[in-house]
């Protein structure tokens, strides 16, 4: 194994070194990694490091040659009905970038309990002799929509940058118990986390609380049933886990479907009891140029409330880069 160097993912941002090693060179111990770091083998943009390091999307971490049983065994191929199923969620590719439409219920990343998810299925789309595309942000397990990979490490990190940098343009679809007043404006509400593992939520807090991130999403109202449901675009402008979920639930209309924020009444009888949140739509610089923008069409049963409630989606744009 010679030497390689990694680019920080969105998703990987915050994430201590000592723990990214451990997600991707899980038989690393501590003690080797400490030495490591120690020698000055493994460095991130060519520093020094120590284990405790936060990380940052777009960063370079330096891996040295690493003994046999510190690697990763390389992972099986997906089946052939896995494969099919990761062809049939691109709605763009180009030979530096793939734009995905996730199914939801299915995880962009392993993690307890989960055998099948994104990351491990883009081992389909690895061509043969190159290296396996990469997720560049992610967006949760129950939620459908866009999901941006990219084909090798120098366009993650141009990416990465472009999320870093707030040049990415999102736009969630959502349905809500009833109806936000105002009817648009910014959630400037800060979120913690509370608990820990499978059992942890993302609650709002006070602005001076100790462990307060700050957090804001625009939200626009697109239609509405009265005061009983509404359809919302929902932008967020800083990327905490749950944001969109708890904000909308600050408004006092959660989410339609939500198994993890609103209670009981984000359940309501007679509609599919899935997350009726949908990341619509990604604008954003194409690193060979121009900007791409990718829309995604509404999941089932998504359409299926949408025709109960009477709002019209309308076509969905095909792919658009300017240049």
């Not at 939620?143 to 707030?166: D, E, Y």
């Amino acid at each position: 194994m010679s030497v390689q160097n990694r680019i920080v993912s969105e998703d990987e941002a915050d994430l201590r070194l000592d723990r990214w090693f451990r997600r991707h060179y899980p038989n690393l111990t501590q003690g080797g990694l400490q030495k490591l770091c120690r020698k000055g083998q493994v460095r991130v943009d060519g520093g020094r490091v120590q284990p405790n390091k936060r990380l940052y999307p777009g960063q370079s971490i330096r891996i040295p040659p690493l003994p046999d049983q510190s690697r990763p065994a390389p992972p099986p191929p997906p089946n052939p009905e896995l494969i099919q199923q990761m062809r049939d969620m691109i709605l763009y590719e180009d030979e530096q970038l793939i734009v995905l439409n996730k199914p939801s219920g299915l995880a962009t990343q392993g993690g307890p309990g989960i055998t099948v998810h994104v990351d491990m299925m883009l081992e389909g789309l690895r061509p043969e002799g190159g290296e396996k595309p990469r997720l560049v942000h992610r967006i949760d397990r129950d939620t459908s929509g866009l999901l941006l990979v990219a084909r090798t490490p120098g366009v993650a990190a141009k990416l990465a940058a472009a999320f870093r940098s707030r040049e990415v343009s999102k736009t969630y679809w959502a349905v809500v118990v009833g109806r936000p007043t105002p009817p648009e404006g910014v959630i400037d509400q800060p979120l913690a986390k509370v608990g820990a593992g499978g059992a942890s939520l993302i609650v709002p807090v006070e602005r001076g609380d100790e462990d307060a991130m700050s957090a804001k999403s625009a939200y626009e109202t697109l239609d509405a049933t009265g005061k009983r449901f509404s359809w919302l675009a929902l932008s967020p402008w800083t990327g905490r886990t749950h944001q969109l979920r708890v904000h909308t639930e600050s408004l006092g209309t959660p989410i339609l479907g939500d198994p993890r924020y609103g209670g009981a009444a984000a359940h309501v009888e007679g509609f599919p009891d899935r997350l009726h949140l949908h990341a619509r739509m990604l604008a954003f610089p194409h690193p060979a140029g121009g900007r791409l923008e990718v829309t995604a069409p509404l999941p089932p049963h998504m359409q299926e409330t949408f025709q109960m409630l009477g709002f019209i989606a309308g076509d969905t744009p095909k792919p658009r880069r300017s240049r």
